[in-house]
């Protein structure tokens, strides 16, 4: 793990360049109020990053990485501690990347995808070639298997949503936002709380990152999750949107990631922040 490059920018924000798993086991233990990140999902993009999560060679290789890290996210939390999961799903087949256990035979697209996507390690499934695969619910339920309670599933739709080039299924337009506690006794404002389960967030676009959530969905979970003057937590910080939106609401932040570009966007976006507040 990288600790060199810790960054302490005056109150309430610490971002660490390293390994999540590795960053967290040295945190204290119940010192966070809220936990929200949103890992790389599993085979959709490579950074290019040594270590990175989501190219883990089966998607049950990829479910227990990340019981893993939670069970350690767990450790952190108080016992009135949230913990807001974003992931999106995957199809057995998707640009090739699924493909059957063992196989590493090329295939005539293998050129195409290589120049649109650059070249990386295929995962390997043995999920059927264009099923959805279920991953967040895998990982959700394996979570849940390690003893976090399970509040809620919130369904982000997509309402700028790009077109997919499918005819043979419906289009995808949301993604699963997961709510889990620690305990039954965990924090929650009810009276911040939106219209039920289902929240309409258009998605965002930034440049440099290529899989940004929005702000919006961000401040949401922390407003509903932390209390004011807590302490969140995001273990997949990326160029800190939820960082963004925890120092909006008056919270601390603790960003962890792997990869230096984005860690050094996260510390470009702080300071534009600072110098916009009055």
């Avoid at 039920?196 to 919006?216: K, L, M, N, R, Y």
Wanted: proline content about 6%.
């Amino acid at each position: 793990m990288s600790t060199a490059s810790t960054y302490h920018r005056g109150a309430g924000i610490e971002l660490y360049l390293g390994d999540a798993l590795q960053v967290l086991r040295r945190l204290d233990t119940r010192s966070v109020d809220c936990a929200v990140t949103s890992p790389p999902y599993w085979g959709h993009r490579d950074y290019g990053v040594v270590g990175q999560y989501g190219q883990e060679e089966r998607v049950e290789d990829f479910v227990e990485v990340l019981r893993v890290l939670f069970a350690e996210v767990r450790r952190v939390l108080k016992p009135s501690g949230t913990c807001w999961l974003n992931l999106g799903d995957s199809y057995g087949g998707s640009w090739g990347n699924y493909v059957a256990a063992g196989s590493t035979a090329p295939t005539a697209n293998d050129e195409v995808r290589r120049r649109r996507h650059g070249t990386h390690r295929p995962p390997q499934s043995r999920v059927l070639r264009k099923s959805l695969i279920g991953v967040p619910w895998r990982v959700a339920l394996a979570m849940q298997e390690d003893g976090w309670l399970l509040r809620n599933s919130i369904v982000w739709h997509k309402p700028n949503a790009r077109p997919e080039s499918v005819r043979d299924r419906l289009g995808n337009r949301y993604e699963s936002v997961f709510f889990f506690a620690t305990s039954k006794d965990h924090y929650f404002a009810p009276a911040l709380s939106p219209l039920g389960d289902v929240w309409s967030v258009p998605t965002q676009s930034f440049h440099g990152h290529t899989a940004v959530g929005p702000v919006e969905v961000a401040r949401r979970v922390i407003e509903l999750g932390c209390p004011l003057g807590g302490v969140v937590l995001d273990p997949f910080s990326g160029t800190a949107t939820t960082g963004l939106a925890a120092r909006q609401l008056g919270r601390s932040y603790i960003g962890v990631d792997l990869n230096s570009a984005f860690h050094d966007l996260a510390i470009a976006r702080f300071a534009k922040q600072e110098e916009a507040s009055p």
